[in-house]
């Protein structure tokens, strides 16, 4: 399963995706509820936010889709409760078992039936650490062999629990983390340059291809 990182170094660790999450914690390594446990009849337009799938981004919570469900109903589905900080992983692509990490805007959400807590053991892993390991190459590969479907690939609690993760020592997790990060934010600031200038770009191709704004020719 590891074979590409048979090489790794000595100090590092081969740990399953279950045995990080925080054992003090009872749901800390949960899925959503049974569809028929939350139906569109419990939505509500405020309340407790339910994590969607489509909140879900490779690394990234988009903020976009919202949808809630009252508070009576979250207190019912309690185990399915998701706080910030924690990581949610999705259960169906695309792409296959993508995670992002909860953001702080509310101090609790409800994760659909296709998403995955992971509430991390924090005095022995870093969350962005480990929120980089399971967006990473070879887990991602992993999960996609695990994976069932012909139309949607889909991957399942118990097989996803199982799946292997590199683990360096704290500090060194902490640092890998802090480089990663650093480099998503050069990223997004490229990213916004680009966006940027296709505008400019756009404006002045209309200026100019409809005469709005002439060119110097010369004498």
């Not at 998403?115 to 990473?136: E, F, G, M, P, Q």
Request: aromatic share 10%.
């Amino acid at each position: 399963m590891m074979s590409n990182y048979k090489n790794f170094p000595k100090d590092w660790q081969i740990k399953k995706l279950y045995e990080i999450a925080d054992k003090e914690d009872k749901y800390s390594f949960t899925g959503g509820p049974f569809g028929s446990n939350l139906k569109t009849i419990d939505y509500k337009k405020v309340g407790v936010r339910i994590i969607q799938l489509q909140n879900i981004g490779d690394g990234i919570f988009n903020n976009k889709y919202y949808l809630y469900t009252s508070e009576k109903k979250a207190n019912q589905l309690y185990s399915c409760n998701i706080y910030p900080d924690d990581i949610v992983i999705a259960k169906m692509a695309e792409p296959l078992a993508r995670a992002c990490k909860i953001p702080n805007i509310d101090k609790r959400f409800l994760m659909c039936s296709d998403c995955i807590r992971l509430s991390v053991n924090k005095k022995l892993y870093h969350t962005d650490y480990i929120l980089y390991a399971i967006n990473s190459d070879y887990f991602r590969k992993n999960a996609i062999k695990h994976g069932t479907g012909t139309t949607r690939l889909r991957i399942d609690l118990n097989k996803l629990k199982n799946l292997k993760i590199l683990i360096p020592p704290f500090q060194e997790q902490m640092k890998i983390a802090e480089i990663l990060s650093a480099t998503d934010e050069r990223v997004q600031l490229l990213k916004e340059k680009k966006q940027k200038l296709e505008r400019i770009k756009a404006g002045l191709m209309n200026d100019l291809l409809t005469g709005r704004k002439r060119v110097k020719l010369e004498a």
